[in-house]
């Protein structure tokens, strides 16, 4: 499985970015998708999961409310709406994939980063 994740930048506190990950490869429709964060300086964060079905999501306290994750099996893609960005959302984001539902997600595959800057 080969994960692509694109669309970080920088943006000041309040706006919105969305975040997108291509899966390619063997990718499991029984599977489950996923996204985690970096700061500087702090360990990598896991933030949300979602089935390749789309019908289970989870959330994590600190995004509940501000981060929507969603899935498009069709072009194999999945997504982080992150609105009202706050500077402490500075990080690198990444998109993971794993076989099994757990909470925190434990990823088998990982894509490379992107960048999410927040400036107040």
């Known amino acids: 499985v080969q994960l692509q994740a694109s669309g970080g930048g920088l943006v000041q506190a309040g706006a919105s970015l969305r975040l997108s990950c291509a899966a390619s490869?063997?990718?499991?429709?029984?599977?489950?998708m996923g996204w985690f964060r970096q700061a500087p300086g702090k360990e990598r964060e896991f933030l949300s999961i979602i089935t390749w079905q789309g019908n289970g999501k989870y959330y994590a306290d600190s995004v509940q409310g501000r981060f929507t994750i969603s899935i498009d099996n069709d072009k194999s893609m999945v997504y982080l709406q992150m609105d009202n960005l706050k500077p402490e959302d500075t990080a690198v984001y990444y998109c993971?994939?794993?076989?099994?539902?757990?909470?925190?997600?434990?990823?088998?595959?990982w894509g490379q980063g992107t960048q999410v800057t927040v400036s107040s």
């Open positions: 490869g063997r990718t499991s429709r029984s599977g489950n």
């Open positions: 993971a994939a794993a076989r099994a539902w757990t909470i925190p997600m434990r990823a088998d595959y």
